[in-house]
C-alpha cells in the first residue's frame, strides 16, 4: 500500500481512471447508503459527471443562496432562545446536524422540502445500521438473511427510493408538457439529464431514474456529515484563535452591515475564505481515497504516455 499526499500526484492518479480505477469487493451493505458518482467507472463516471456538472455551477448555485440563509437564520434563532433569559451551555454539534441536513433538503428538493427531510431521517438511521454492521466481520452472503437488522436496512432503503421515486415523476411530469425546471438541485440535474438525451436521441446517454435517486442518496451521505463537522471545526478554531473571530465579524459587518448576504458581497469577505480553507487544511473532510493500480508503473511514470 502506497500513501500519496503530494496535490499533483493526487490529480494525475484521480484523472487517470484507467490505470488507477476505484477498489472494488469490501461489504456490499455499504451500497445501502448511496452509489451513484462515487461508484461508478470510466464512461459511466464521464456521463454521471457530464449530466451532474450544471448543478454545480456557481450560476445555479447563486439561486441557492436564500436557501442557505433561511436554514441559518433558523438555527441561529434557536440558539437565541436558548440563551435569551440566562448563559447556558448548548451542544451545538446536533443544531449543525441538522442545519446541513435543512439545507440539503431545500436545495435538492426544494417545495418538496418536506419529503426531502423525511429522506434525511431515514439516511441517518440507515447509515447507523451499515456502520454498526461493518464494525464486525462480514460473512458472504450474510446480506441475504431475514435478521432483523437485514430487514430494516431494506426497508429503509425501498422507502428512500420510492419518495425520491414521487418527487422525480412530478417533475418529469411538468418537464414533458413544458413547465420549466425548478432550481434546485434536482431540478437542475432533470433538466440537464433530459437535454442530454434529447441532444443524443438516446435514452442510453442519460440518467435512469434509479441512476438519479442514487445521485440524490450521494448529496444527503457526501455532503451531511461532512460539512457539519467542517462546521464544528471551525467554530473550535475561532474559539481558540480569538483574533480571527474579530477579524472575521468585523468583515462582515462591513461588507454586508445589517443586509442579508448576497452572492456579490460573499466574494468579498477574504478572511472568511482565508479561515475555511485553513480549517480543511488542517481537517479535511475527506481523510483519504483508495484507488487500485491496474498494471505495474512507477510515480515518477504517473500520468506519462504507455506508448
Same mark, same amino acid.
Request: proline share 3%; hydrophobic share 35%.
Given at each position: 500500500?502506497?500513501?500519496?499526499?503530494?496535490?499533483?500526484?493526487?490529480?494525475?492518479?484521480?484523472?487517470?481512471?484507467?490505470?488507477?480505477?476505484?477498489?472494488?469487493?469490501?461489504?456490499? %451493505?455499504?451500497?445501502?447508503?448511496? &452509489?451513484?458518482?462515487?461508484?461508478?467507472?470510466?464512461?459511466?463516471? #464521464?456521463?454521471?459527471? !457530464? =449530466? *451532474?456538472?450544471?448543478?454545480?455551477?456557481?450560476?445555479?448555485?447563486?439561486?441557492?443562496?436564500?436557501?442557505?440563509?433561511?436554514?441559518?437564520?433558523?438555527?441561529?434563532?434557536?440558539?437565541?432562545?436558548?440563551?435569551?433569559?440566562?448563559?447556558?451551555?448548548?451542544?451545538?454539534?446536533?443544531?449543525?446536524?441538522?442545519?446541513?441536513?435543512?439545507?440539503?433538503?431545500?436545495?435538492?428538493?426544494?417545495?418538496?422540502?418536506?419529503?426531502?427531510?423525511?429522506?434525511?431521517?431515514?439516511?441517518?438511521?440507515?447509515?447507523?445500521?451499515?456502520?454498526?454492521?461493518?464494525?464486525?466481520?462480514?460473512?458472504?452472503?450474510?446480506?441475504? %438473511?431475514?435478521?432483523?437488522?437485514? &430487514?430494516?436496512?431494506?426497508?429503509?432503503?425501498?422507502?428512500?427510493? #420510492?419518495?425520491?421515486? !414521487? =418527487? *422525480?415523476?412530478?417533475?418529469?411530469?411538468?418537464?414533458?408538457?413544458?413547465?420549466?425546471?425548478?432550481?434546485?438541485?434536482?431540478?437542475?440535474?432533470?433538466?440537464?439529464?433530459?437535454?442530454?438525451?434529447?441532444?443524443?436521441?438516446?435514452?442510453?446517454?442519460?440518467?435512469?431514474?434509479?441512476?438519479?435517486?442514487?445521485?440524490?442518496?450521494?448529496?444527503?451521505?457526501?455532503?451531511?456529515?461532512?460539512?457539519?463537522?467542517?462546521?464544528?471545526?471551525?467554530?473550535?478554531?475561532?474559539?481558540?484563535?480569538?483574533?480571527?473571530?474579530?477579524?472575521?465579524?468585523?468583515?462582515?459587518?462591513?461588507?454586508?452591515?445589517?443586509?442579508?448576504?448576497?452572492?456579490?458581497?460573499?466574494?468579498?469577505?477574504?478572511?472568511?475564505?482565508?479561515?475555511?480553507?485553513?480549517?480543511?487544511?488542517?481537517?479535511?473532510?475527506?481523510?483519504?481515497?483508495?484507488?487500485?493500480?491496474?498494471?505495474?508503473?512507477?510515480?515518477?511514470?504517473?500520468?506519462?504516455?504507455?506508448?
Amino acid at each position: 500500500m502506497i500513501h500519496i499526499t503530494e496535490p499533483a500526484l493526487i490529480q494525475e492518479i484521480l484523472a487517470n481512471y484507467s490505470r488507477f480505477p476505484k477498489l472494488k469487493g469490501g461489504n456490499p %451493505l455499504t451500497k445501502l447508503l448511496a &452509489r451513484g458518482l462515487a461508484y461508478v467507472e470510466a464512461d459511466q463516471w #464521464a456521463k454521471h459527471k !457530464k =449530466i *451532474i456538472n450544471p448543478a454545480f455551477h456557481v450560476e445555479k448555485l447563486k439561486h441557492m443562496l436564500p436557501a442557505f440563509y433561511v436554514s441559518c437564520s433558523e438555527m441561529i434563532n434557536k440558539w437565541e432562545e436558548l440563551t435569551k433569559e440566562t448563559s447556558c451551555e448548548v451542544d451545538v454539534y446536533p443544531h449543525l446536524q441538522t442545519f446541513t441536513s435543512d439545507v440539503i433538503s431545500r436545495t435538492t428538493f426544494g417545495s418538496s422540502y418536506q419529503e426531502g427531510r423525511k429522506i434525511f431521517e431515514l439516511q441517518i438511521e440507515q447509515a447507523a445500521l451499515v456502520f454498526k454492521a461493518l464494525e464486525s466481520l462480514y460473512i458472504p452472503g450474510s446480506r441475504f %438473511l431475514p435478521t432483523k437488522k437485514n &430487514r430494516r436496512m431494506k426497508e429503509i432503503d425501498r422507502e428512500v427510493k #420510492a419518495t425520491i421515486n !414521487k =418527487i *422525480i415523476n412530478k417533475r418529469v411530469t411538468k418537464l414533458k408538457v413544458g413547465e420549466g425546471s425548478s432550481d434546485d438541485l434536482l431540478g437542475i440535474l432533470l433538466d440537464s439529464n433530459y437535454k442530454e438525451i434529447k441532444q443524443q436521441g438516446n435514452t442510453k446517454f442519460g440518467l435512469s431514474t434509479e441512476e438519479v435517486i442514487q445521485e440524490c442518496k450521494l448529496f444527503y451521505f457526501a455532503g451531511q456529515e461532512t460539512t457539519a463537522n467542517f462546521l464544528a471545526w471551525t467554530m473550535i478554531l475561532l474559539a481558540q484563535h480569538t483574533n480571527w473571530q474579530d477579524r472575521a465579524r468585523d468583515e462582515v459587518l462591513k461588507v454586508f452591515g445589517e443586509r442579508k448576504p448576497n452572492i456579490d458581497g460573499l466574494s468579498h469577505v477574504k478572511a472568511i475564505n482565508m479561515i475555511f480553507h485553513e480549517v480543511l487544511r488542517l481537517y479535511p473532510a475527506g481523510t483519504g481515497l483508495g484507488r487500485m493500480i491496474r498494471e505495474e508503473t512507477t510515480l515518477g511514470n504517473i500520468g506519462t504516455d504507455d506508448s
